[in-house]
């Protein structure tokens, strides 16, 4: 038997990414659900969870999953906020995934760098003959948060796969270690295969042949490129926060103010902000303008927000000066680049 498993259990303390919580936040909206409790509770504003690359401790986004639960018993709340997730959301862990040679490759690449996602859970894949298995490992005692995080991550799992091989995947069978939910068809019509719940373990088992499906967008030059990235990105998260790290942070909390509101919350002067960072190899202007675009694509993903609120969260002052410079920066409109996250989501065959 073939068994590769890079699974190690999450500290509580350690940080992770804050998307998962943002997706979360922006699920509830959209359903009319409150998250203000959470976010009292747990003191995690919205403004943090939307900066770019902001990081939490694990025992903050448990805290504030479980107070989302209290205030919000809707038993399909996972599996609605799984059904957000595409490929994109992932920054390069899911580039490298997508531009992957095939489904064992992409499978390694998710194991291997599981940590620069926000999933509680790890993955081992096994291959026996003509069989393999993708399990999903956690180490948290039974009850709802537990529950919670084991269908999203299973959902979010099952619809990136399906995304980076553009086809719906056959699987032969799906155990689930969590209690049979009121919407167990839902799940059952999303995998297309007999699904058992209160399982030992939360596992889908497939043949071996699926593995090997080519990949639509493979590229070996982007895949190498993004694996390297990956590593230097854990690296860093295991080390010291940069001081350019620390100049994004204040830009987004600044709201774009320009240099002098970021060194004044950085208590500097201006001209040694510019000389650290050029010792870091950046610049004021040119993090601005990235955390203006990463901001800008992930804000456009979101329907809910029009380009006037946008345009302000972004510190324009109208929405038609926004316009322009995501164009000059993406080549496309505004319009237009969230019509193709619409588009790129429709295709995706559940």
Aim: charged content about 20%.
């Amino acid at each position: 038997m073939d068994k590769n498993n890079n699974f190690s259990s999450i500290s509580p303390t350690g940080l992770r990414p804050a998307l998962g919580l943002l997706i979360l936040c922006q699920t509830l909206e959209e359903l009319g659900l409150d998250h203000e409790a959470a976010s009292a509770i747990t003191g995690l504003s919205r403004r943090e969870l939307e900066t770019p690359g902001y990081l939490i401790r694990s025992d903050q986004e448990i805290a504030f999953i479980k107070a989302t639960l209290a205030a919000n018993p809707r038993p399909d709340l996972a599996y609605l906020v799984g059904r957000r997730y595409h490929f994109g959301v992932f920054g390069i862990w899911g580039l490298a995934l997508i531009c992957s040679e095939n489904l064992q490759q992409a499978f390694q690449v998710a194991q291997e760098f599981i940590e620069l996602t926000h999933s509680f859970v790890g993955l081992e894949l096994n291959v026996d003959g003509a069989a393999a298995s993708l399990a999903l490992r956690d180490n948290y005692p039974a009850g709802a948060v537990r529950n919670f995080v084991v269908e999203r991550d299973l959902i979010v799992t099952l619809v990136v796969a399906t995304e980076a091989a553009a086809q719906k995947l056959p699987l032969m069978h799906l155990d689930v270690a969590i209690p049979e939910p009121a919407h167990a068809k839902e799940i059952e019509r999303l995998v297309g295969c007999p699904v058992v719940f209160n399982a030992r373990h939360t596992r889908v088992n497939f043949a071996r042949e699926i593995l090997q499906i080519t990949l639509p967008q493979a590229n070996a030059v982007t895949w190498s490129a993004c694996v390297r990235q990956c590593r230097e990105l854990i690296s860093r998260q295991h080390g010291e926060r940069s001081f350019t790290h620390r100049v994004q942070r204040a830009i987004a909390d600044s709201a774009f103010k320009g240099i002098g509101a970021v060194a004044q919350r950085l208590a500097i002067p201006e001209r040694t902000l510019r000389r650290l960072l050029q010792r870091e190899g950046a610049s004021y202007r040119a993090l601005s303008q990235q955390l203006r675009l990463d901001l800008a694509q992930q804000y456009l993903a979101d329907d809910s927000l029009g380009l006037d609120q946008l345009a302000e969260k972004l510190g324009y002052s109208e929405a038609a000066n926004f316009s322009h410079a995501f164009k000059r920066w993406s080549g496309m409109t505004p319009g237009e680049y969230r019509l193709s996250c619409k588009h790129a989501n429709s295709k995706i065959p559940l």
